[in-house]
């Protein structure tokens, strides 16, 4: 049974990778959201797929849409409020007050969907915790078994 659940596990973390990898060729990347400024729909360590713009077309985007924008070296994701002419407005979901306004220039590309929690995925620490487990889960069960064969 552990067995079966085990190759279940690996299945479905492969085929996140291969669709991860794949939509890469496509142009799409991937950020683990680090605020949960734009909650309810998008919370920390939520994965989000970004589709990278290289050059933003002011017809492409609308009030509504959820963007990546590049803010003093940083990727910022939130919600358009308004647009002008020379630059558009931003706003986090979960926050009180809106962006300082951006240029189009500073749009990096359109957030198109996230996965819940799967930035932890991504996450060194998670499977070095995994990894930690699953060993200690085989040295158990050889343990338990060199006992039942000395019994």
Do not use: C
Not at 42 to 66: H, Q
């Amino acid at each position: 049974m552990l067995k079966k659940i085990e190759g279940i596990l690996v299945f479905l973390l492969l085929i996140f990778l291969l669709s991860t990898l794949t939509l890469r060729l496509f142009g799409v990347e991937t950020y683990v959201i680090a605020s949960d400024s734009m909650a309810p729909n998008y919370r920390v360590n939520d994965l989000a797929y970004v589709k990278k713009e290289s050059d933003v077309i002011k017809d492409d985007l609308k009030v509504g849409d959820v963007i990546a924008f590049n803010l003093n070296g940083q990727l910022v994701m939130h919600r358009i409020i308004a647009l002008e002419d020379t630059h558009l407005i931003t706003k986090g979901d979960n926050n009180d007050v809106a962006d300082d306004q951006i240029t189009y220039n500073q749009v990096y590309g359109m957030v198109g969907f996230n996965l819940k929690f799967g930035g932890i995925l991504l996450n060194l620490y998670f499977w070095i915790i995994v990894m930690g487990l699953y060993v200690a889960t085989l040295i158990t069960k050889s343990i338990i078994k060199e006992f039942k064969k000395g019994a």
